[in-house]
């Protein structure tokens, strides 16, 4: 079967190398899947890790500040539920664990309408605090 008898559109073109389109393309589909590469194996590796560790030594490191540590870098509480609530930026999750910011959590959830609103009115909404809760939302 000839590829011309699949696709009849004659201007088809599957990699153009004049077309700076296609290199940008190709760049950028390479780059995620490098990063998802190393991602997984990283992350299985830690994993196996965290298990082997655990096995060794029991209860000794059954404990959340180890795992909670593996996988959000992270043993501060709010810092962990802003995680889990979409904030990832790690200037944002400094300011936003701070005492003064208390008010805005609700058990495992964190009211980003009105942290964004405090935001807004505390730095401006053009400051990179206000752009990392409305970015979420």
């Given at each position: 079967?000839n ?17 700076l ?117």
């Amino acid at each position: 079967m000839n590829l011309d008898e699949i696709n009849e559109d004659s201007a088809y073109v599957l990699f153009d190398k004049n077309n700076l389109e296609h290199f940008n393309t190709i760049i950028i589909n390479s780059l995620d899947q490098t990063q998802n590469l190393i991602e997984f194996h990283v992350k299985k590796y830690i994993q196996d890790f965290y298990y082997r560790v655990r096995k060794i030594h029991g209860s000794i490191y059954e404990n959340n500040d180890f795992g909670n540590f593996l996988e959000f870098s992270a043993i501060d509480d709010k810092k962990i539920i802003l995680i889990e609530n979409g904030i990832i930026d790690n200037f944002a999750l400094t300011e936003f664990s701070k005492n003064e910011y208390s008010k805005f959590y609700d058990g495992g959830k964190v009211n980003l309408n009105e942290l964004l609103s405090y935001v807004e009115k505390k730095f401006s909404n053009e400051s990179p605090y206000y752009y990392a809760v409305s970015d979420i939302i």
